[in-house]
């Protein structure tokens, strides 16, 4: 499975960006995450929704980002709202046959989209 990320850009502390994550083959028996990785930090888990579309979200995130599924576009979301600063990172996409449990490992991962949140 591919993944290609997209939606990242510059947006201002306060604002909202949505994120897609295309996946090239069928998503529905899969576990699909997020992750994202600050300038000189270690790539970390932002949120992942399960098959049966569970979701979990990382602390630093939870109540301003939402993640989302549509099987029948085999593509994954990333709501951003309420940006702050420390959410400036790459963002990635994941793909895994079992549940991420926060971990960051994944089978198959996508390329990357830059977020910037500027004051």
């Known amino acids: 499975v591919q993944l290609q990320a997209s939606g990242g850009g510059l947006v201002q502390a306060g604002g909202s960006l949505r994120l897609s994550c295309a996946a090239s083959?069928?998503?529905?028996?899969?576990?699909m995450g997020w992750f994202r990785q600050a300038p000189g930090k270690e790539r970390e888990f932002v949120a992942e929704?399960?098959?049966?579309?569970?979701?979990y979200y990382a602390d630093s995130v939870l109540g301003r980002f939402t993640i989302s599924r549509d099987n029948a576009k085999n593509t994954v979301y990333l709501q951003m709202d309420s940006l702050k600063l420390e959410d400036t990172a790459v963002y990635y996409c994941?793909?895994?046959?079992?549940?991420?449990?926060?971990?960051?490992?994944?089978?198959?991962w996508g390329q990357g989209t830059l977020v910037t949140v500027s004051s």
């Open positions: 994941a793909s895994s046959t079992s549940p991420f449990w926060g971990r960051v490992r994944a089978q198959y």
């Open positions: 929704i399960r098959s049966g579309s569970g979701t």
């Open positions: 083959g069928r998503i529905s028996t899969y576990a």
